[in-house]
């Protein structure tokens, strides 16, 4: 039995990369039939409160931020995929839980993300989005290191 490719999580963050992610993600679904759920994380602000900067401060820079993401998905969703079965998301949280908790949820049965490609000490301080969603995922993930 061959496996079988019917939904595919394209994880942008709205980069110059994003463009270059959206084509890889094209081939795919189209050449798989497949259906394509685009997903933006914005991260979490939960570590500003430490600051003692005010819960509400917080929720209105959230709030603001997730209201822009949402027009860019809107605008990158009809620039990229207007012709295809796709859907843009936007969620808040912590990319890497973010992204395997949606591709869980919607039974994605493959992820193409984006990778900096840093090695050695630069990757150090940063941590990876993609590492940690290659060694967690259930599914494949098709890492992408832009040109």
Same mark, same amino acid.
């Given at each position: ?22 084509? +890889?993600a ?8 497949? &259906?394509l %759920? =685009? ?6 602000? #939960? !570590? +500003?409160?430490s600051?003692?900067?005010?819960p509400?401060?917080? &929720?209105? %820079? =959230? ?6 993401? #949402? !027009? ?54 940063f941590g990876s ?9 259930t ?9």
């Amino acid at each position: 039995m061959s496996p079988q490719v019917e939904t595919i999580l394209l994880a942008v963050d709205f980069s110059e990369a994003a463009q270059y992610l959206a084509e +890889y993600a094209t081939i795919f679904a189209k050449g798989l039939g497949a &259906r394509l %759920l =685009v997903l933006y994380v914005s991260p979490s602000m #939960n !570590r +500003y409160a430490s600051l003692y900067v005010p819960p509400q401060s917080i &929720r209105t %820079l =959230v709030d603001q931020i997730l209201e822009g993401a #949402n !027009r860019v998905m809107g605008e990158f969703m009809d620039a990229r995929f207007a012709d295809m079965a796709a859907e843009g998301r936007v969620e808040y949280g912590y990319a890497p839980e973010k992204i395997l908790e949606v591709a869980r949820k919607a039974g994605v049965d493959m992820i193409i993300m984006g990778t900096h490609g840093r090695r050695g000490v630069d990757r150090i301080p940063f941590g990876s989005v993609a590492e940690k969603v290659v060694k967690t995922a259930t599914v494949p993930v098709l890492t992408v290191r832009p040109v």
